[in-house]
């Protein structure tokens, strides 16, 4: 199963991507929400998106309106993974399509506590 790791730092992508990877995902990066969209459409079969709000050219909101408004990529699962934990934002996010929300920082078992939860696991992995 495809993942898609979207945020502007390099080292978070790569701390949320060995936590997907150590799970049974294959990663893939972008660092904007418009680069995201480009690699969604050279990789249809992504299942999850895991989004910064806070980005340059396209944020992470920005990023879920879009998504949404695509026919094509509406089973696709989005958890906003952020540091942006104010109340009314997270109610943006997921009045906008986003299936769950993650506050930074935050442990490798609250992303894969999300996964399981979204049913996004292989139970023999997750066991």
């Known amino acids: 199963m495809k993942a898609l790791v979207i945020d502007d730092s390099r080292v978070m992508r790569r701390i949320i991507g060995a936590i997907l990877t150590d799970v049974g995902f294959e990663v893939i990066e972008a660092g904007d929400g418009q680069e995201a969209l480009m690699r969604l459409e050279q990789h249809p079969d992504v299942r999850l998106c895991c989004i910064d709000w806070n980005m340059p050219v396209m944020n992470g909101y920005e990023f879920i309106v879009a998504t949404r408004k695509r026919p094509e990529y ?25 299936h769950e929300y993650v506050i930074k920082p935050f442990t490798a078992d609250v992303i894969v506590d999300k996964l399981g939860y979204l049913g996004l696991l292989d139970a023999e992995v997750h066991a």
Do not use: F, K, P, Y
Not at 74 to 98: S, Y
């Open 74 to 98: 509406r089973d696709i699962t989005l958890m906003m993974i952020t540091t942006e934990g104010e109340q009314e934002q997270i109610v943006r996010a997921l009045a906008a399509g986003a």
